[in-house]
């Protein structure tokens, strides 16, 4: 309508959908499914964890440049969030080039826990190979110019891990349907800027804390191979579901784990065999390993300890994470 030459517009939708708030999922109660079904969900997230190592050290063979690159990249999924700018999947990589703002080295440096010097030479090594370069006054990430796969397969591991974890939660009352992984995949592309601003955020501060503990990420790559491999195996011989800390307990000793060899690690990880071997030597030492006479590796129960309170860290930001996907869902549907 027209009133003294202004165009009115009348909002048609007179009742706009408001979230139910008394249907939120909280964090917390995440968690207590992730904690007391362990022994389901534990070994779907370490193989997620590690499949998704897999293809960050296949990028560079070199795990801190690519930590670099998707901290920078997690800068600009920040700048979309703040700025209110949804970026769906397809308009994300519609492109190989990718903007990002202006950094330091004292910042990489800080943020990473990289040496001054070495985040110096690895930016110089990725401006090098143009991976990150200048076009005017911005500063892109090149992808065209590193090994690069678009996230397809990581989206369906996180959505087919959080279907399971929605029925779990469904029949302890913390959900009130389950959802589909095909929900999950759509929910995912769609926002896709914000949620993997959230992965990142799950991620990055757990691959720095492990990086701390292992002295390097190749290290802790080797390592939660070997993890893995225990989790799988015990999973397989596990006939009722486990809390964490009996699961723990119960596969990680002399008499129930399962070990692995040095060329199979390679083999999974794409880590050069002599590299594995050097690696694997050190944790051993270090005794965050050992080593039986068929030279198959397994975790040491002392370790596993130490691990355990840095381990539930990440099952809080993982449960953290799982609650805002499932509100974010719930928003969608309810639209």
């Known amino acids: 309508m027209f009133i003294l030459g202004f165009t009115v517009i009348v909002n048609v939708n007179m009742n706009p959908i408001i979230p139910d708030i008394s249907r939120q999922i ?20 370490v193989n997620q964890q590690c499949e998704w190592m897999n293809g960050i050290y296949a990028s560079f063979k070199n795990h801190d440049k690519f930590l670099i690159l998707i901290f920078l990249v997690k800068k600009t999924l920040d700048f979309y969030s703040r700025n209110f700018t949804k970026v769906t999947y ?14 330091s080295i004292a910042e990489i440096s800080e943020a990473l826990c990289i040496p001054k010097e070495s985040a ?28 690069f796969t678009k996230p397809q397969n990581s989206i369906k591991r996180i959505s087919r891990f959080l279907t ?28 896709f800027s914000y949620v993997w601003k959230l992965y990142y955020e799950l991620q990055i501060p757990m691959m720095i804390r492990y990086k701390e503990v292992f002295g390097d990420i190749e290290s802790f790559h080797i390592f939660g191979i070997c993890v893995l491999n225990e989790h799988l195996h015990a999973k397989k011989v596990t006939e009722h579901d486990m809390h964490r800390d009996e699961f ?62 840095i381990q539930r860290n990440t099952l809080v930001k993982l449960a953290n994470f799982s609650a805002k996907v499932y ?5 969608e549907r309810k639209n």
């Open 248 to 309: 723990l307990n119960s596969f990680f000793s002399s008499e129930n784990s399962q070990g692995i060899n040095a060329m199979s690690i390679s083999d999974i990880t794409g880590i050069p065999r002599a590299t594995v071997i050097r690696k694997l030597k050190n944790l051993v030492k270090q005794k965050k390993l050992r080593i039986d006479i068929k030279k198959h590796y397994k975790l040491t129960m002392s370790f596993a300890k130490i691990l355990k309170p």
């Open 327 to 331: 509100n974010l869902e719930l928003i």
């Open 164 to 191: 399971t974890l929605s029925d779990i939660s469904e029949n302890e009352n913390f959900l009130s349907d389950s959802i589909t992984s095909e929900e999950l995949e759509l929910i995912i592309k769609d926002n």
């Open 90 to 103: 397809e308009e994300f990589y519609s492109k190989d080039i990718v903007q990002i703002e202006r950094f």
């Open 26 to 45: 909280y964090k917390e109660d995440i968690l207590k499914v992730l904690e007391r079904k362990y022994s389901l969900m534990g070994p779907m997230w």
């Open 120 to 147: 110096r030479r690895k930016i110089l090594e990725l401006e090098e190979v143009t991976a990150i370069r200048k076009i005017k006054n911005k500063i892109i990430i090149d992808r065209s110019k590193f090994y």
